[in-house]
């Protein structure tokens, strides 16, 4: 092996090795009361079962409109928002979700719908669009049950992924994300995912990661027993899908970061929340790419990131979690951005450098991507669950907002689980 090839082989294992420090990051000042987002759910009704989800399949449970109004009184007494993610279940088989949307949209909130897409249809995709709707949230990934796609690898998926892009960007106007479970036998498959994204960079606006946890799963019994208002409880039985090295329960965040950097080593997240116990958790990431559908020039700083959630909050009253659509084009700010955030001028200059090779490159624009990923709940070796630290994903219960990962132990117990460390037998 030649001297340049043992170099670059160090140079790529040291890009995606390299660690993820918090104090290179923008802690969002988000807080419980304070939020860019909400999480609204009119249905407990879902069309598709997915590993990992706490939600029944095909209840037919759905929630009124005065119920859906009580919640939204709730979310609008305790939390100051910017957009209600209007989720369930899925939100598409509430035979009133455009009457839902209405309601969000009249209470000044931007309302996303998070669905798998399996029931829509572009009539109802105008309708929804009418009643004032700004975006889709698509989640799709190859542990769901979805008719004529079970069984494919995510990487064949990004190409139902391109028709519900195709489908949003028609009427235009609206957001398009995409919500992906990793597992253990998908993590490899993150960066495929970000390389199909990246081609459509311009009318796919957030992708998101999320580690697989699930409420039996991520709560090991053999370690913990487990109390419900001081009560002691047995769990339901695990899923029979899950189990095994394929459903770990122990992905972090920094893995997805590293397996992505084996496509992108340059990839950097620019904002974060921690978790609420384990401190060293970086429970949300978020990143911002610049480039175009032929590649990605880098990744936005922190100090744009904490410009931008200031000034919004200064000028709105309220933080924002996505970039608004009038500045996804970065072409006419990007020179500015360069002149106080250091990685932005690290990917002006790449564009200057690709104008140059390509004069070309100057008649299309350049566009801004997210890439979220989450850590959800972790249990500690002494029982204490790390949840994250101001969840945007908070949810109404019986008139409070609780977290929405962990509705499955009010729903079933009444209460959030105590887990306490079984005794060492002598």
Same mark, same amino acid.
């Given at each position: ?29 988000w ?22 989800c ?21 979310i ?24 839902? %949307? ?25 309708g ?7 975006? +889709? ?22 190409e ?129 790419r ?9 990744c ?10 200031? +000034?919004?909050?200064? +000028? ?26 250091k ?13 140059l090779?390509?004069p ?8 801004t ?32 907002? %609780? ?12 209460? +959030?689980?105590?887990? %306490? ?6």
């Open positions: 092996m030649s001297y340049n090839t043992t170099m670059a082989a160090a140079q790529t294992k040291s890009a995606h090795d390299r660690p993820l420090d918090h104090k290179n990051y923008y802690r969002l000042p807080s419980a009361n304070d939020n860019a987002c909400a999480w609204l759910e009119p249905t407990k009704n879902c069309n598709m079962a997915c590993e990992g706490y939600s029944a399949n095909d209840t037919g449970v759905h929630k009124t409109l005065h119920q859906v109004r009580q919640d939204l009184d709730v609008g007494r305790y939390r100051n928002t910017h957009t209600v993610m209007i989720s369930g279940g899925d939100p598409l088989t509430h035979p009133q979700v455009e009457d839902v %949307v209405r309601l969000v949209s009249a209470r000044g909130y931007v309302p996303v719908l998070l669905t798998n897409g399996l029931a829509l249809t572009p009539r109802l995709l105008d929804l669009k009418r009643a004032g709707l700004k975006g +889709f949230n698509f989640h799709v990934d190859s542990r769901q049950k979805r008719p004529g796609w079970t069984g494919r690898n995510e990487i064949e998926l990004n139902l992924r391109r028709t519900y892009a195709e489908m949003v960007a028609r009427p235009g106007g609206l957001t398009c994300s995409f919500h992906t479970t990793v597992y253990g036998d998908t993590l490899k498959h993150v960066p495929g995912i970000l390389k199909w994204a990246q081609r459509h960079i311009e009318s796919v606006h957030l992708m998101t990661f999320i580690a697989f946890r699930t409420f039996r799963e991520y709560m090991p019994e053999g370690r913990f027993e487990y109390f419900a208002n001081g009560k002691k409880v047995a769990l339901p039985a695990a899923s029979d899908d899950a189990g095994g090295a394929a459903s770990r329960t122990d992905i972090t965040s920094r893995e997805i970061v590293r397996e992505i950097r084996r496509e992108y080593p340059d990839f950097e997240p620019c904002g974060y929340l921690g978790g609420t116990e384990d401190h060293d958790a970086l429970k949300w990431l978020f990143t911002i610049i480039g175009k559908n032929d590649g990605i020039y880098g936005l700083g922190p100090k744009l990131m904490e410009i931008f959630q200031i +000034f919004h909050h200064m +000028f709105t009253g309220k933080y924002r979690a996505n970039i608004p659509p009038g500045i996804r084009a970065a072409s006419k700010w990007l020179f500015p951005a360069a002149l106080i955030d990685p932005a001028a690290m990917a002006f200059r790449r564009y200057l450098s690709a104008c090779k390509d070309s490159k100057l008649l299309s624009p350049v566009h991507q997210e890439v979220v990923i989450l850590q959800p709940p972790d249990i500690l070796a002494d029982g204490r669950q790390s949840m994250c630290d101001a969840c945007p994903d908070m949810t109404v219960w019986n008139g409070r907002l %609780v977290w929405s990962c962990r509705l499955e132990e009010l729903t079933r117990f009444g209460c +959030f689980l105590t887990p %306490v460390p079984k005794p060492e037998q002598p």
